[in-house]
C-alpha cells in the first residue's frame, strides 16, 4: 500500500486525471458559519416526525433538497494512484433508481446504503433500501448502511437504533452501521447521549458502530471524549481531509460520477491515520478488531493488501492461531499465486484442497518455504505454526524472492535461545535484526504457537522492511 502524507496529496493534484468510470470531483467544504446563524430549532419531538418527517435541514440539504454548493473542480484523485486504497460511493433514495451491475464494473470497492431517517416507522424506510440492498448481496458488493437522524432524546436515539436493526435483521454487512448527525432541528442536544443510546444498540446486536458528520460538527459539536469508542465518518468535500483525529472514512466529493448512477453521487475513501507518522492504512470490517487493539494496524494492513482475509466477512479472529497451511497461502498469495501443478508429494495434501496449490508451490524446488516434516514425510496442513516455522518460512521466503537476508543477531542474549530449533536458528538471528520479532516477554518462545494477530503483525513487519 502507497503511503502518502497530506501535503503530498495537494501536489498530486494539478491535473485532472480518469479511472475507469469513475469521475470524482474535488471542492472546498462550504463555510457553516452563515447556516448556523440562521438554524430554527424544532421545538418538539412531534415537530421532527411528524409534521416535516423526511426535510431535512442541515449543510448538505435545506427542506429536504440536496443544496448546489459550489465545488471548484481541484482535480480527479483516483483511489489507487493516490491511496491505493477502498474507494465506495454513499447512496439513498436521493439518487433514485441505481442500475448495480454498471456500479459493480465501474470499480467501486464498497457502498454505504441509507435505510432510513428517523423513528422506527416503516413510512421513513428509505424508498430503495430494499433494492439497494437486495442488489449489493446479489452481486457480492460489500456494504454498510447509515440512518439520517432526527433524535432530540434518548427515547428517539433507541428508536432509530431499533429502526436500522429491523431493517438489517438477517443481512451481511461488510462495514458499519453509521448514525448520520447533521440535521439542524438537533442542535443545543446532548449529541454524545444520542450517539451512546444509538450505538450501544447496535453493537449490542453484534454490529460495528460509526457516525458522520461534517468536518464542521466533529470541530465544534463531536468533541466528546465518547466519539471515540465509535468510526468516525468525515464530510470535508476537499482535495485533503483536515480532520486532525482518527477517523475510518472520508466523504471528499458529493459531485462524483459513476456509471450506473444518474447524476452526482457522494464518494468516499476508506482510509485511517495511524496516529504515529501520518500514514494512511485501511480500517477493517472485522467486528473482533477494533480502535486500540495493539494488532489494529496490522490487520488493517494485510488486508488491504488481501495477503490475509477473515475467518469470515465479518470476523478476523485475532486470537486463533495459524495453521500451516493458512500461512503457506498467504505467501502464495503474495507471491502471485504462480501455476503449481498437483504432485503427490505427502499422503496428507489431497489435490482438491483449498491450500493444495500453495503447498505444492511452498515445496517446490525452485521454492523450498516449506519442505514438511523430514520424520514422517507429511506436510501437516492442520497444524498450528510455530513462531519459529513462521520466521522460518518467513526468510526463505525472502531468500526465494531474492531479497538480501544477510543480517544477523545475536540471539544468546534471549534467556531460552537454546530452544531454537536447528532448522530455524539462521532464520530467527535474521528475523529479530529485522525486528519481525521482538521477543514475547523477554523471550523467544520458538515453540510457541503464533495467533492470526501476531501472524499478521509479523507479515505487515516483514513486508515493510524486506519487501
Not at 315 to 332: D, K, M, S
Request: hydrophobic share 35%; glycine share 8%.
Amino acid at each position: 500500500m502507497k503511503h502518502w502524507k497530506k501535503l503530498m496529496l495537494a501536489s498530486l493534484l494539478t491535473a485532472s486525471m480518469t479511472v475507469g468510470s469513475i469521475m470524482p470531483v474535488y471542492a472546498e467544504e462550504v463555510s457553516e458559519d452563515a447556516v448556523t446563524a440562521t438554524q430554527e430549532e424544532v421545538n418538539s419531538d412531534a415537530d421532527v416526525y411528524e409534521e416535516a418527517p423526511h426535510a431535512e435541514n442541515s449543510w448538505r440539504y435545506e427542506n429536504g433538497v440536496m443544496i448546489e454548493q459550489e465545488e471548484p473542480n481541484e482535480g480527479i484523485m483516483p483511489a489507487d494512484t493516490v491511496y491505493g486504497t477502498l474507494h465506495g460511493i454513499d447512496v439513498s433514495e436521493h439518487n433514485k433508481k441505481i442500475d448495480w451491475e454498471k456500479v459493480k464494473a465501474s470499480g467501486i470497492d464498497y457502498a454505504i446504503l441509507r435505510c432510513g431517517y428517523g423513528s422506527d416507522d416503516k413510512s421513513q424506510d428509505d424508498k430503495y433500501w430494499e433494492r439497494n440492498v437486495t442488489e449489493c448481496e446479489r452481486l457480492g458488493i460489500p456494504y454498510g448502511v447509515y440512518l439520517y437522524s432526527y433524535a432530540k432524546t434518548e427515547e428517539m436515539a433507541a428508536s432509530e437504533a431499533e429502526h436500522v436493526l429491523r431493517l438489517i435483521n438477517g443481512r451481511q454487512l461488510s462495514y458499519p452501521v453509521y448514525f448520520d448527525m447533521e440535521d439542524n432541528s438537533t442542535l443545543n442536544t446532548d449529541f454524545a447521549a444520542m450517539a451512546s443510546v444509538f450505538c450501544k444498540k447496535i453493537q449490542e446486536a453484534g454490529y460495528q458502530t460509526g457516525v458522520y458528520a461534517s468536518l464542521y460538527w466533529w470541530n465544534n459539536y463531536l468533541t466528546d471524549p465518547v466519539f471515540s469508542n465509535w468510526e468516525r465518518w468525515i464530510a470535508q468535500y476537499n482535495v485533503t481531509c483536515d480532520y486532525e483525529g482518527v477517523y475510518g472514512m472520508w466523504q471528499y466529493t458529493s459531485k462524483g460520477r459513476v456509471d450506473g448512477i444518474e447524476g452526482n453521487v457522494d464518494m468516499n475513501y476508506r482510509v485511517e491515520n495511524d496516529g504515529e507518522n501520518g500514514n494512511l492504512v485501511v480500517p477493517t470490517h472485522f467486528q473482533d478488531v477494533n480502535y486500540g487493539d495493539w494488532y489494529y494496524k496490522a490487520v488493517s494492513y494485510v488486508a488491504d493488501h488481501k495477503i490475509m482475509t477473515g475467518l469470515s466477512n465479518s470476523v478476523f479472529g485475532p486470537g486463533e492461531n495459524l495453521a500451516r497451511a493458512q500461512l503457506v497461502t498467504i505467501l502464495y498469495r503474495h507471491a502471485g499465486k504462480p501455476y503449481a501443478p498437483y504432485e503427490n508429494r505427502f499422503p496428507d495434501i489431497g489435490e482438491d484442497e483449498f491450500y493444495t496449490n500453495a503447498v505444492m508451490w511452498a515445496s517446490s524446488k525452485e521454492v523450498q518455504v516449506s519442505t514438511g516434516y523430514s520424520d514422517t514425510g507429511t506436510f501437516k496442513p492442520g497444524n498450528n505454526i510455530t513462531r519459529e516455522e513462521l520466521v522460518t518460512m518467513l526468510y526463505r521466503y525472502a531468500q526465494y524472492s531474492k531479497k538480501d537476508t544477510s543480517q544477523k543477531a545475536d540471539i544468546n542474549s534471549f534467556p531460552d535461545a537454546d530452544h531454537v530449533s536447528g532448522f530455524a536458528k539462521e532464520a530467527m538471528q535474521w528475523g529479530i535484526a529485522k525486528k519481525l520479532i521482538k521477543g514475547d516477554n523477554g523471550f523467544i518462545n520458538p515453540q510457541g504457537n503464533a495467533n492470526r494477530a501476531e501472524c499478521a503483525t509479523i507479515i505487515m513487519r516483514f513486508m515493510e522492511s524486506v519487501q
